[in-house]
């Protein structure tokens, strides 16, 4: 199962992106997609989950980060507003079949990852 990620770049803080993944579609309806991050030095972390009814946004991005799904394109996003710095990371897009959990060894598909860099 290949997943496509998109979007990244390099913004000021402060600035919006939206990054995009994109499912083969014989497994998108029956799966969870979430979106995990990996900065320099540092572990991969969760950031955002959907699945079902079910959506699941880290602390560290609430209020900041939305996650979505266009269901006739296979695609889920996640919109990122107010960037900082600490934001900078690989972006990676995951999913698996059941809910919409936070921990990555429970993603079994991946994403090559997108770069999102902030400058201050």
């Known amino acids: 199962v290949q997943l496509q990620a998109s979007g990244g770049g390099l913004v000021q803080a402060g600035d919006s992106l939206r990054l995009s993944c994109v499912l083969p579609?014989?497994?998108?309806?029956?799966?969870?997609m979430g979106w995990f991050r990996q900065a320099p030095g540092k572990g991969r972390e969760f950031v955002a989950a959907?699945?079902?009814?079910?959506?699941n946004i880290a602390d560290s991005v609430k209020g900041r980060f939305a996650i979505s799904r266009d269901n006739a394109k296979n695609t889920i996003y996640l919109q990122m507003n107010s960037l900082k710095p600490e934001d900078t990371a690989i972006y990676y897009c995951?999913?698996?079949?059941?809910?919409?959990?936070?921990?990555?060894?429970?993603?079994?598909?991946w994403g090559q990852g997108t770069l999102v860099t902030v400058s201050s």
């Open positions: 959907m699945g079902g009814n079910r959506i």
């Open positions: 579609r014989r497994i998108y309806s029956s799966t969870a």
């Open positions: 995951a999913a698996r079949i059941g809910s919409p959990v936070t921990s990555t060894s429970d993603y079994p598909y």
